[in-house]
């Protein structure tokens, strides 16, 4: 392949494309039928994932998304293509597992990672902007710990198996998928749970879904678009390539949520949120601060993973385990408002996460 096709999403313009894309697919993906002012939500849809493979017994947020499946495995395909499948990890493996864990919790305190963020902005929920001043916040207290030398070591070269893990449990859980649909009215298929109520119960046909993550984990990849990224390469080093399709992103969602008639403003009543704006700031700190350190949003933790970074991959499994935690000991959110642990969890997942930082300067 040339070096202009390529390199051809590596540029602004190609950033502002990929952005467009996925704000235009996620307006009508919730058309289609995913949860409102959700579409494609990393965080949301992993602990759907964890409650469909029985991780969380959280009745209405189960379900095997198939976009997350496709971000991998889109992924994987662009750097088959473009020969940038090269399997490397090891990189204090541990740590970004805790990083994983605690940046989900975080999310669900909030209810959603940066990609919901903005969709949230983008339908008209009001306190989406503590959210985005809480992740704002968070990736600048990471780059706070960057200038003071903050690095978790570098990566090794691995074996290419190690590569392939990440993307062979996608094809697994895609596999269980097409064994175990849901069944109307049963909230057990094989050995998947699904939810027949609530957010778990709102998703868009199969193949649409599945073809939707594909598409935007190829671009993703060839783009390196990472909304965490985007503000931590404007306060650090005032680059401003990915926050461009952070923008675009936003952008077209919204002009598509207007063009559907999705757009609702207000703060009051917005789906599968709350109005505890200074729980909406913490919880969007926490998880910024972590994805910080960890060095990608859960998007792009997803897309390199799927590029055989097993160090994302380590970092999407704390994720998973995040989400049970977080459905199993109380800590998520609702919209009724934060969970009975969720205060606690804040508290201390922020202690973890300036230990992490403190301790690992060069």
């Not at 493996?93 to 975080?106: K, S």
């Not at 030398?149 to 691995?158: D, E, I, T």
């Not at 009975?340 to 930082?357: K, S, T």
Request: charge should be positive; include cysteine; glycine fraction near 16%.
């Amino acid at each position: 392949m040339s070096a202009g096709v390529k390199n051809v999403f590596a540029t602004t313009v190609g950033i502002i494309v990929v952005g467009t894309v996925i704000g235009v697919v996620a307006g009508f993906l919730q058309k289609l039928g995913n949860p409102a002012n959700m579409a494609i939500c990393v965080a949301c849809f992993g602990r759907d994932i964890a409650g469909a493979i029985g991780l969380h017994r959280a009745e209405v947020v189960q379900y095997l998304r198939p976009e997350i499946i496709g971000f991998v495995l889109g992924s994987f395909a662009a750097a088959l293509i473009f020969k940038e499948f090269k399997p490397s990890g090891g990189s204090a493996p541990v740590i970004r597992f805790f990083l994983g864990m605690i940046a989900m919790i975080g999310a669900l305190v909030f209810l959603g990672c940066p990609w919901r963020v903005i969709l949230r902005l983008a339908g008209g929920d009001g306190n989406a902007i503590f959210g985005l001043l809480g992740l704002v916040s968070g990736v600048g207290i990471g780059t706070l710990f960057f200038k003071g030398g903050f690095s978790l070591g570098r990566s090794q070269v691995q074996s290419t198996s190690t590569g392939l893990m990440l993307p062979l449990m996608m094809l697994g859980l895609l596999a269980l998928r097409l064994l175990f649909p849901p069944v109307p009215g049963e909230a057990q298929s094989g050995v998947l749970w699904y939810s027949i109520k609530g957010p778990g119960a709102a998703y868009a046909p199969l193949f649409i879904s599945l073809g939707a993550g594909l598409g935007i984990g190829f671009l993703a990849q060839r783009s390196r678009f990472c909304t965490m990224g985007a503000i931590r390469d404007a306060l650090l080093f005032r680059q401003f390539y990915l926050l461009y399709g952070f923008v675009a992103l936003l952008v077209a969602a919204f002009a598509t949520n207007i063009a559907l008639g999705q757009f609702k403003p207000g703060f009051d009543g917005q789906p599968v949120a709350h109005t505890m704006w200074f729980w909406n700031f913490a919880g969007m700190l926490m998880a910024g601060l972590a994805f910080a350190l960890a060095g990608g949003c859960p998007g792009r933790q997803l897309f390199m993973s799927g590029e055989g970074n097993s160090d994302a991959g380590v970092f999407v499994l704390g994720m998973l385990a995040g989400a049970g935690l977080a459905h199993n000991f109380g800590l998520a959110s609702s919209p009724q408002g934060i969970g009975p642990h969720g205060m606690a969890a804040v508290i201390v997942g922020m202690a973890v996460l300036v230990f992490i930082g403190v301790t690992n300067r060069k």
